[in-house]
C-alpha cells in the first residue's frame, strides 16, 4: 500500500530498497537467525547457581523443565516462583567505524507452579503444574557510523540504526514422576509452549559527505510480531547409583512451534531537489517451526557427607533437522536449517558447597551455550560464569539467588558486536 508518492523521481523507491538492504544494513536476501532456535534462557536460581547443571539434582519444581523424573523427590507439597532480571550491552560497529554502545535491562516473571507428592507403596509419587520461562528475545543494539562499503549509490552514507527485540516464551507443563524401583524413578511432562517476539528495525541514512548525487536522506523501518504456540513433552529418568552418585537422562520430544506472524515495513527517500517518496507495506503469515530431538543427561556426585556436590550436564540437539512446514518469505526455504544452523552440544558443570555452622550453600558454575546459527562467526564460544546461594527460613520457605555472566563477540561481514550479558535469578519455594 503506498501512503504517500510526492513526486515519480528516476530513481525508483523499490529498487532503492532493495539496494540498500543489501548493501547498507546488510539483510541479505537469505535465511536469517530463527531466535526460536537456541537461545537458552536459564531456570531456577538454584539449577543456575550451578551454570544450570540439575539433570540429575532435579530437586525442585523446575525439574518439570530439567528432568521431569525428579519431582518423585519432592516429599512435602510445594509452592514455586522466580523472577530474572537481564542487563545487557551491546557494542556496534561498521568494520573500523566508530564504535556505538547500547543498554536494555528487564525484568520478568521466570517460573510459577505447585508440586503435589502423593504417598506410594514403593517409594514417591508427585505431579506439578505451572510454567517456565525458557527462552527470551530481549535486546537492543544500535549502530552509528559511516559505511565504509564502496557500494556507488550507499557507501559512505552516515548511518544511523537501531535493532530490538523484546518478547520470550513460557513453557506451561503438567508432569507427574514416581519411583518404579527404589533407586530408579522415571517422570515425564505434557508441555504448552507459549509466547511472542516483536522484532523493530529503525534505519536513517544521511547523505553527509555529498557522495550521491540524487539522494540526501534514505529511512527505513520494519516491524515484525509474532505469536507462537506448541504442544510438546518432555521424558526423564533418575538413578540413584549410590548413596553418593546419582545420575539423571531426558528426551525432549520433536513438536511443531505455530508462528502467527504480522509485518510492516515502509520506506521513505528525501532527495536532493527536496522531493520525497514514500511506501508502506503490510502483510501476516502462518506457519510452523518443527523442532527435533533434543537428548540430555547428567551426573551429580556428593561427597563430605552430603555437604558437597559436583554436577555435570550435556544436552545435545541436531538443529539441522529443524524445518519449516511452509515458506515463511519467498526468499527462505523450508529446508535452509540445513545450510545455516548446526548440532549444538550444550555443557553445563556445577559445584554446590554448604558451609558447616550456618548450613548456607555457596554455589558456582559454568555455562556452554554455543549458538546454533552459523551466519555470524562467534569468539568467546558464548561461555558464561555463574555464582549463587540461599537460605531456608523456619524450615518452610526456601530462597535462592543466582548471577550469571557472560561476555562474547559476534560477526558478519559488515558488522560486528560485542555483548556484556548480566542476569540476576530469585526464586522461593514454600513447602508444608
Known amino acids: 500500500?503506498?501512503?504517500?508518492?510526492?513526486?515519480?523521481?528516476?530513481?525508483?523507491?523499490?529498487?532503492?530498497?532493495?539496494?540498500?538492504?543489501?548493501?547498507?544494513?546488510?539483510?541479505?536476501?537469505?535465511?536469517?537467525?530463527?531466535?526460536?532456535?537456541?537461545?537458552?534462557?536459564?531456570?531456577?536460581?538454584?539449577?543456575?547457581?550451578?551454570?544450570?547443571?540439575?539433570?540429575?539434582?532435579?530437586?525442585?519444581?523446575?525439574?518439570?523443565?530439567?528432568?521431569?523424573?525428579?519431582?518423585?523427590?519432592?516429599?512435602?507439597?510445594?509452592?514455586?516462583?522466580?523472577?530474572?532480571?537481564?542487563?545487557?550491552?551491546?557494542?556496534?560497529?561498521?568494520s573500523g567505524a566508530e564504535a556505538t554502545d547500547s543498554d536494555q535491562s528487564k525484568t520478568r516473571l521466570g517460573s510459577m507452579g505447585l508440586v503435589f507428592p502423593v504417598t506410594a507403596y514403593r517409594g514417591g509419587f508427585a505431579f506439578g503444574f505451572g510454567f517456565n520461562r525458557v527462552q527470551g528475545f530481549d535486546s537492543r543494539t544500535q549502530l552509528r557510523g559511516f559505511d565504509p562499503s564502496t557500494d556507488p549509490d550507499f557507501g559512505g552514507f552516515f548511518v544511523d540504526e537501531i535493532n530490538s527485540d523484546s518478547g520470550g516464551i513460557n513453557v506451561w507443563s503438567f508432569g507427574g514422576a514416581a519411583y518404579i524401583s527404589r533407586h530408579i524413578s522415571l517422570g515425564a511432562s505434557l508441555d504448552f509452549w507459549s509466547g511472542s517476539q516483536t522484532a523493530e528495525l529503525d534505519v536513517i541514512a544521511t547523505d553527509r559527505q555529498n557522495v550521491d548525487g540524487e539522494v540526501a536522506e534514505f529511512s527505513f523501518f520494519d516491524t515484525i510480531d509474532r505469536n507462537v504456540f506448541g504442544l510438546g513433552g518432555k521424558l526423564g529418568a533418575l538413578f540413584q547409583l549410590s548413596r553418593h552418585v546419582s545420575a539423571g537422562v531426558t528426551v525432549t520430544l520433536p513438536m511443531s512451534l505455530e508462528v502467527d506472524e504480522d509485518w510492516t515495513q515502509g520506506t521513505s527517500v528525501r532527495f536532493d531537489d527536496g522531493s520525497d517518496e514514500t511506501d508502506v507495506e503490510s502483510g501476516s503469515t502462518l506457519f510452523d517451526i518443527k523442532r527435533p530431538f533434543e537428548f540430555g543427561g547428567g551426573i551429580a556426585i556428593r561427597l563430605l557427607n552430603q555437604r558437597l556436590l559436583f554436577a555435570g550436564d550435556v544436552q545435545y540437539v541436531d538443529w539441522t533437522q529443524a524445518e519449516y512446514s511452509d515458506s515463511p518469505a519467498d526468499d527462505t526455504a523450508s529446508n535452509d536449517f540445513q545450510n545455516f544452523y548446526t548440532d549444538t552440544l550444550r555443557l553445563h558443570i556445577g559445584m554446590e558447597y554448604f558451609v558447616p555452622g550456618v548450613n548456607i550453600p555457596i554455589r558456582i558454575g559454568y555455562l556452554h551455550d554455543p549458538l546454533p546459527y552459523v551466519g555470524k562467526v562467534i569468539e568467546d564460544n558464548r561461555d558464561f560464569l555463574t555464582v549463587g546461594t540461599g537460605v531456608i527460613i523456619n524450615q518452610v520457605i526456601k530462597v535462592d539467588v543466582a548471577y550469571l555472566r557472560g561476555l562474547w563477540e559476534q560477526s558478519d561481514p559488515s558488522l560486528n558486536e560485542k555483548r556484556d550479558l548480566n542476569r540476576l535469578f530469585v526464586s522461593a519455594a514454600y513447602r508444608y
Open 1 to 94: 500500500m503506498t501512503l504517500k508518492t510526492a513526486t515519480k523521481h528516476p530513481r525508483h523507491v523499490g529498487m532503492i530498497l532493495l539496494v540498500f538492504l543489501f548493501q547498507l544494513v546488510g539483510v541479505a536476501f537469505s535465511q536469517v537467525e530463527e531466535k526460536t532456535l537456541g537461545n537458552h534462557f536459564g531456570v531456577g536460581a538454584s539449577a543456575m547457581g550451578m551454570g544450570g547443571a540439575f539433570i540429575g539434582t532435579a530437586n525442585d519444581f523446575t525439574a518439570l523443565y530439567w528432568n521431569p523424573a525428579g519431582i518423585a523427590q519432592i516429599k512435602k507439597a510445594e509452592l514455586f516462583s522466580a523472577l530474572s532480571h537481564t542487563a545487557l550491552q551491546t557494542t556496534t560497529q561498521f
